[in-house]
């Protein structure tokens, strides 16, 4: 690999006596991950389940490196939302974030969703997730990760951070903020970033940077914490914007990360962390951990919800044993929402809450996130596949099933071993496939 000569000099000067064995790094293989979702599945269960062979990743609790050879997103779990893959190094992010029940959390520039999924694993149902991302495009691929992990207290949203703050100000109790960065701690994962890195260079992001973490600031409440992370080495982007928060924002205080995996920040800054190829099975991270004041934080109420505004829906929900809390029933434009307590006007927004499904005539239609979101306790009438049984695949390509159960009739929740991929019309041993097409086995 080709490194550019300045990007080189700079990582001597950053590394000294570590440089050479960083540069040996770029000739080793890259490394893959995966984090169970500990919404549907524990992790000791998974590793009773799973056909991978995993190695624990020492900084996660639910983390694991697999073989590059075994393509888990080929395989019906992944389907299921029982796993999300992603690289080593970019799970200590969110693993960092201590979340409480009921904490309201921002993950403000969240795309595909990887870390906003952890964030939903340790809310463990409670609170709120407000997920987003500038790019719309990008807040696409956002909203299917979070559909698939299962969980409805979250807002997907595509907004700039700054008009959040306008409307959000000293709402959130956390805040994650994995900054868009020149990306050299990426280098060998994907060579493309060099050519990007080259003719944009570091201080294109130090603009952006700082003006996400002076909204990001605001958005936090007094006493709230806040997460700061890229995937480069640059000063500039690192430890240079912990210098400006703290020059905005005096009263920020920087949490000791504890860590014997990784280096320690530089120039003053050895509370952070910066996490490098030679030294870990993984890729390139920097991560800072601050606190905004000592102001102890306040959870809101729960909020009870209101009627079904639909009687076809209603008589749907009889099929459905699980409470709905903290969040009311909206119909909006035939589509039933389960929707948390939070003004939502002004924000361009992709997903509020959980989409239920759609009420049409004389009839109530659910939703694939609504499959994802129900456990097979959960639902009266289920189908439950052995996970050699043809028939998963043939349902996760959207085709007709027969199933041996002839007695069943309607809406049924198809399952492999216990949970849940989607639904689908029962009638005399046949299931019409309601698998969501854009989600279909390719």
Known sequence: MKLPETYKQNMKSLLNEEYDEFIESFEQDRYYGLRVNTTKISVEDFLKISPFHLEPIPWTSNGFYYQESERPAKHPYYYAGLYYLQEPSAMMPAQTLEIEEGDIVLDACAAPGGKSTELLNKLNGTGLL????????????????????????VIVASEDVSTLAKHYPETFDKVLIDAPCSGE?????????????????????????????????????PGGKMVYSTCTFSCSENEDI???????????????????????????????????????????????????????????????????????????????????DNGTFQLKKDKLYFIPDINLKGIRILRSGLFLGECKKNR??????????????????????????????????????????????????????????GFGKIQNGTIKNKYAQGWRWQ
């Not at 407000?130 to 992990?149: C, M, P, T, V, Y």
């Not at 349902?395 to 198809?414: A, C, D, M, P, R």
């Open 130 to 153: 407000f997920s987003n991302d500038i790019s719309s495009s990008r807040a696409q691929g956002l909203l299917h990760n979070i559909e698939k992990w299962g969980c409805g207290n």
């Open 185 to 221: 701690g990426m280098f060998r994962k994907d060579p493309s970033l060099i050519q990007s890195w080259e003719e944009r260079g570091n201080e294109y992001y130090v603009k952006l940077q700082k003006e996400i973490v002076k909204s990001a600031l605001s958005l936090l409440k």
């Open 242 to 324: 912990i210098a400006y928060m703290k020059e905005i924002c005096p009263e920020i205080q920087l949490i000791h990360i504890e860590s014997p995996y990784f280096s320690r920040g530089v120039n003053g800054y050895e509370q952070c962390v910066r996490l490098y190829p030679h030294k870990i099975k993984g890729e390139g991270h920097f991560v800072a951990y601050i606190q905004k004041g000592d102001k102890p934080i306040s959870h809101s109420s729960i909020i009870h919800p209101n009627e079904i505004p639909n009687e076809d829906a209603k008589e749907f929900f009889k099929n459905i044993q699980k409470s709905f």
């Open 364 to 421: 109530f239609e659910p939703s694939q996130a609504l499959a994802m979101n129900l456990k097979k306790e959960e639902f009266k009438n289920v189908i439950d596949l052995d996970i050699s049984d043809p028939n998963v695949i043939k349902y996760l390509k959207g085709e007709t099933i027969q199933v041996s159960n002839t007695k069943l009739k309607g809406w049924v929740l198809v399952c492999v071993n216990g949970y849940s991929l």
